[in-house]
């Protein structure tokens, strides 16, 4: 009984990390797929990993304001470079962001090359270190999430480009330090792609299909000693393509006894 009280106190606050994610995630996420711009929340993020990472590099890691406010400025740059190139370069805008993905990813090789702890950096940027986020950190992105919530209730919207992209940089700075990179895509692209063509309750169901995945992923981590981040990318996955199945009409394969 202490084991299973010991692995729920490890689990919740990665499972609460990803229901933050999810909450601004679900509907920036339909927003991207209705806009055609898909991997624009893989390489924002890894630009406001690339951000945070040059403030630890350069000796500020212990100031989480300096750190946090590198990774936002980074972010913040790129998406409004991505909404200028949008309006001028429209037919473009997809190969403009696979080539930023791969410079910041690339940038964040040559960054940690010379460092000795320079993979696990790297794949901390990647998957996240999700069981081990703080309860402070939880209340800061909780914060942050609500009030880019409230702000696309208002103006998100009705504001144009230019407000999608600001509050979306926001969301994935505040989304990558606590999931990763690989994680802030899955929670914006699965549960868009598996709601498609939802007119009703679209946000909702995109929530329940992330809270499942999250669920499942952090589950399946802690029985078969897996990394979190990478079983939650996996599981989240799998729970979309149920998902989309079941709205088919196609039941999902039956495990093998």
Not at 21 to 46: E, K, N, S, W, Y
Not at 91 to 96: F, N, V
Not at 217 to 237: E, F, I, N
Request: proline residues 4%.
């Amino acid at each position: 009984m202490s084991g299973l009280a010991t692995q729920i106190d490890l689990l919740w606050p990665a499972f609460a990390a990803g229901l933050i994610v999810l909450a601004t995630h679900v509907p920036l996420g339909i927003q991207v797929l209705a806009r055609g711009i898909i991997f624009i929340d893989l390489a924002v993020a890894q630009v406001a990993g690339l951000g945070a990472l040059v403030a630890h590099l350069a000796d500020r890691g212990d100031n989480p304001w300096v750190v946090q406010g590198a990774a936002v400025g980074a972010a913040l740059g790129a998406a409004l470079m991505l909404q200028w190139s949008e309006r001028h370069w429209p037919k473009l805008q997809e190969a403009l962001i696979g080539l930023l993905f791969v410079l910041a990813a690339s940038g964040a090789v040559l960054l940690l090359s010379r460092d000795a702890h320079g993979g696990e950096h790297l794949r901390d940027l990647l998957v996240g270190q999700m069981l081990w986020v703080s309860q402070g950190q939880l209340l800061a992105a909780g914060a942050a999430s609500a009030a880019l919530l409230l702000v696309w209730k208002i103006i998100g919207r009705q504001g144009g480009g230019l407000a999608f992209y600001t509050l979306f940089a926001f969301a994935v700075t505040v989304s990558v330090q606590l999931v990763g990179v690989y994680l802030v895509f899955a929670s914006l692209i699965v549960p868009a792609l598996a709601t498609h063509g939802l007119r009703q309750r679209r946000i909702a169901a995109g929530l329940g299909i992330g809270a499942a995945g999250y669920l499942a992923g952090l589950s399946l981590a802690a029985l078969a000693d897996l990394p979190a981040g990478a079983a939650s990318v996996w599981m989240l996955a799998g729970a979309g393509l149920i998902f989309a199945l079941i709205r088919s009409g196609v039941a999902p394969p039956r495990p093998i006894c």
